[in-house]
């Protein structure tokens, strides 16, 4: 792929700047390398960050059970959990919220309480558990994020309303 794409970039009129794009074909090439590369682990997110993630996916999951349309909610999650579960896959799993009618939109006015410090397990998984104190019924949950396209993406979620 590099030699056609040389070719037809480096024409006749263009070998002048041969030196300058070398330099641009592996400026280029590094940069294919960093992105192919198997994906580094993220630092531990900041408590604001972790807040942020619980709260954004829950509204993203609060939204699609009050529609039962689950394909903004597929589109935010990691590469590999959005390949396992399909949207129609995503609500039959989330079929008794839907049923319930479930609306827990009130946690983005609520502080998050810890159950769990955060950690990132052996397998590079941010492990995120607890609950908000809503009323009438407590939201609990456990959040698993792994990197995927460069961010905290989740990966793993369990929800309880009681």
Sequence with gaps: MMDRIATLVMGPLMIPCWPRFRSIVAAAGLLLICALRPALALDMPSPFVQEVLIKSIMVSLNDAVAANNFA??????????????????LKTIFKDLVDKHAVFDAVVAKPIVLDEDAKID?????????HFDTTPKQVKYQLGFIPSDGAWKLSGISIDIE
């Design 122 to 130: 052996d397998k590079g998984v941010l492990r995120l558990k607890g």
């Design 72 to 89: 903004v909610f597929h589109a935010k999650i990691s590469k590999p959990f959005r390949d396992q579960f399909s949207p129609d896959k």
